[in-house]
């Protein structure tokens, strides 16, 4: 048995060990894998992009309209943001606050998708 150790493609441990020719074994989820595959498997999982979803679990996407479900403080703002307040034309971003939107009287802002739902 070989002595070289591979990062695990799966959970990213670096104790994958060989138990074949070119196929690995991870001790800590049990993944195996084929050295040729690992590029693959790499690529495969950078392609997918995040799936954003609302406060009642349904998925977002570009352009969609929606409802804010309780009233949020803006800062700068004497007002908070109104419970149903609707937003249209959304933008899905990576990060915490993971939508931009205008919205009316308020102007540009960030919104999270926990605090929406979809209209």
């Known amino acids: 048995m070989s002595e070289e150790m591979k990062e695990c493609p799966n959970c990213k441990s670096p104790y994958g060990y060989a138990v074949g020719q070119g196929i690995y074994n991870c001790p800590e989820c ?24 609302d406060a009642n679990g349904n998925i977002l996407e570009d352009g969609d309209s929606v409802v804010v479900v309780k009233d949020l403080p803006v800062k700068g703002f004497p007002k908070p943001l109104k419970a149903g307040t609707k937003v249209k034309n959304i933008r899905l971003t990576d990060g915490d606050h993971n939508i931009d939107c205008k919205i009316k009287d308020f102007g540009a802002m960030a919104l999270k998708s926990e605090f929406v739902k979809k209209a």
């Not at 595959?37 to 799936?51: F, G, L, R």
């Open 30 to 53: 049990s993944f195996e894998w084929n050295a040729g595959e690992k590029e693959s498997i790499e690529n495969e999982a950078e392609s997918k992009e995040p799936v954003i979803k």
